[in-house]
């Protein structure tokens, strides 16, 4: 490769640094608003930049809506809902990467299908069904919906990192004396648990920022932060340090964790056509 | 392998056999006990109503707009991103931030802190250098949906199309530069068509969620004025949820299970091919 001049690559530094700063300025605004005050948001860009900091939009937020009770209820849900399709996913990605029947191919193309049912399609059942065994406006009805949602998902996902472990690894293993069960717990799982974590913190960004079923099936009680949020629809959204201030609490964690999954989300967005 | 298939089996079957059940029948929860066959007047009367029409229309535009913003935007970035730089890693990050901020936030963010004409900052921008503020949701509430769905989905083409680039053979770029290519014949000839694929990959995947767009609608225009912004999802959950017209949301549901499946059709196809 031949060298490429600091001049160049200062140029393509200043293009892109501007350019990444116009997308990600109404986040970069938000952060700043939610530490105005009220009367200070609404002012021009330029007064807002000059006004002073303060931190009484988040302390309004939290007394005024039990904001904290809404975050958690974010984490319930998508932690609980990743967790227990993992707990499913597992042993049938690994069944099907290790131990590939003649149907497999087909089980998987069928599970894809179902993650392309539009939502809307079967809102009315899952409605009725929610309210018929008491499950509207729970956590637990919630995580149920959300993994099956993931599910298909996250075994694609395990899928295409399980068939990246090299067959001959175990066929080693077994040749050095390793019986069944030194075979899954020193060779198999340390090479899968980058593949597992991966699809972990994807899932939980993606039932983090679920919008259709969170907000159909919650009224207040476990109305996770998409839903309250939603909320904010109302005139209330107007007051601007207010809705900054929910709003960058609700964004934060999955902005931290979206830095480190870049890669990973491209493989699982795309079921391992793009890697 | 077996509880996955069979919770997936449950989770496609059940509601999908209601959903076809409830289509054929007159059904309102506000009228219970009065359920009753009425065989395919729910189709009729949910396709020839108007507003099926103009919702038909709405989610074309919004996804026909989404996606060339999308798709022109997104080669465009990755190209950019994928020159040598300093600091590229947090810039790709500042790029791709937008794709990570949940739906009901950056659409009620846009709505009311930036395309609000009176306190919104273009609004305020305007003011300050005394040009008249427009008033982006009264004036263009469709487009303005778009804008706001584009800037959600534009990172992840972006991120789609970069990855796509790294794995660009150099080698045959330098080549191509010894024998004299300039850099837009290198563009076409090249880089191009080894975009081509991702390009449709990202296309469909976007396709599926774009067809399905409801939380930016609900929480900034509620479909309206009228049914100016009103698309297929947000049509079936009024007639649904908010009509409790069980049989005609149904129907509705039906529909769009047929309009989506025509777009998964081609995608699996491409997705089934990596499997070999």
């Known amino acids: ?275 | 392998m077996s509880p996955s298939v069979l919770l997936l089996l449950g989770w496609m079957l059940v509601p999908l056999t209601m959903t076809i059940y409830f289509s054929f029948l007159r059904y309102n929860l506000l009228y219970p006990g009065t359920e009753s066959f009425t065989g395919w007047t729910n189709y009729y009367y949910f396709v020839t109503d108007p507003s099926f029409t103009d919702a038909l229309i709405n989610t074309i535009s919004i996804f026909g707009g989404v996606l060339f913003i999308t798709t022109i935007g997104g080669v465009g970035f990755s190209l950019l991103l994928d020159q040598p730089m300093w600091k590229s890693g947090l810039i790709r990050m500042l790029v791709i931030a937008p794709f990570f901020v949940m739906p009901t936030v950056s659409a009620l963010v846009w709505k009311n802190m930036f395309m609000n004409p009176v306190n919104g900052f273009f609004g305020q921008i305007a003011t300050f250098l005394g040009l008249q503020p427009f008033d982006f949701f009264g004036q263009a509430p469709l487009l303005s949906i778009i804008w706001i769905i584009s800037w959600q989905w534009l990172p992840f083409a972006t991120l789609i199309l970069l990855t796509a680039l790294q794995s660009l053979d150099r080698d045959q770029l330098e080549a191509s530069e010894m024998d004299g290519a300039n850099s837009f014949s290198r563009f076409i000839f090249i880089i191009l068509p080894h975009l081509a694929r991702p390009i449709t990959v990202a296309i469909l995947i976007q396709t599926i969620f774009l067809l399905s767009i409801f939380a930016e609608i609900l929480v900034t225009t509620n479909g309206g004025p009228g049914t100016a912004t009103t698309n297929l999802t947000y049509l079936i959950y009024v007639q649904s949820l908010l009509q409790f017209d069980v049989g005609a949301g149904s129907a509705g549901g039906v529909i769009a299970i047929i309009l989506a499946n025509i777009v998964a059709i081609f995608l699996m196809r491409m997705i089934g091919k990596n499997l070999e």
């Open chain 1, 1 to 275: 490769m031949r060298a490429i001049s600091n001049n160049r690559k200062a140029l393509n530094t200043a293009i892109a640094l501007t350019l990444g700063l116009f997308m990600s300025f109404p986040i970069i605004w938000i952060l700043i608003l939610s530490f105005k005050s009220e009367l200070d948001a609404i002012g021009n860009p330029l007064q807002v930049l000059l006004s002073s900091w303060t931190l009484d939009s988040f302390s309004t937020v939290q007394g005024r809506s039990d904001y904290l009770k809404h975050f958690s209820n974010s984490v319930i849900i998508s932690l609980g809902s990743t967790f227990l399709a993992l707990l499913v996913a597992i042993p049938s990605a690994w069944a099907m990467a290790f131990v590939p029947g003649k149907q497999t191919k087909n089980i998987l193309m069928w599970m894809l299908s179902t993650k392309m049912l539009p939502p809307v399609g079967v809102l009315i059942p899952i409605y009725l069904l929610f309210r018929d065994y008491d499950l509207l406006d729970t956590r637990v009805g919630l995580v149920i919906i959300l993994t099956l949602i993931n599910l298909p998902i996250i075994i694609w996902m395990l899928y295409t990192y399980f068939k990246e472990i090299p067959v001959e690894i175990l066929e080693a293993s077994r040749m050095d004396g390793a019986r069944l069960k030194q075979e899954i717990l020193y060779v198999l799982t340390p090479m899968a648990i980058p593949g597992i974590a991966s699809t972990l913190i994807l899932n939980i960004i993606l039932a983090w920022n679920e919008a259709f079923w969170t907000i159909n099936l919650t009224a207040s009680n476990a109305a996770p932060l998409t839903a309250f949020i939603a909320s904010y629809s109302s005139p209330e959204g107007l007051f601007y340090a207010k809705l900054s201030a929910a709003s960058i609490m609700a964004i934060a964690p999955i902005l931290i964790m979206g830095w480190f999954s870049q890669k990973q989300l491209v493989r699982g967005l795309t079921f391992g056509a793009v890697k």
